[in-house]
């Protein structure tokens, strides 16, 4: 069972790490603010809660069950999935609002 704990910890942990690695470097190489901002909702809807559920469940295996720390996870995860969506979409706008240049790549530009 140790295993089977240990090897789930490592690849939530590390699958988190790269969707937040991979998501860093294609923020690197986008050509605009809006792709940018795009490229992030991976790292915060996907990386972070994978590495949270990682360390919830090593706490688990080390410390014991506690509901209060369950439910500090999924308040974890929905806030990091809710804020996430929300945070792209007004720095999206406030982007798209404030004449930052577009990469002409991105037409038709209909965003606000």
Known sequence: MSIVLSILIGVLCIGGALFVLISAWAMLRARDGLSR???????????MPWMVT????????VHGFSVV???????????????SSVASNS???????????LDPATDPNDLA
């Open 54 to 61: 990682g360390v919830y469940i090593h706490h688990v295996w």
């Open 69 to 83: 720390d369950l439910i500090k996870l999924f308040v974890a995860i929905a806030g990091f999935i809710i804020l």
């Open 37 to 47: 901002i795009n490229v992030m909702s991976g790292a915060t809807g996907m990386g």
């Open 91 to 101: 720095l999206g706008r406030a982007t798209y609002r404030s004449g930052a240049p």
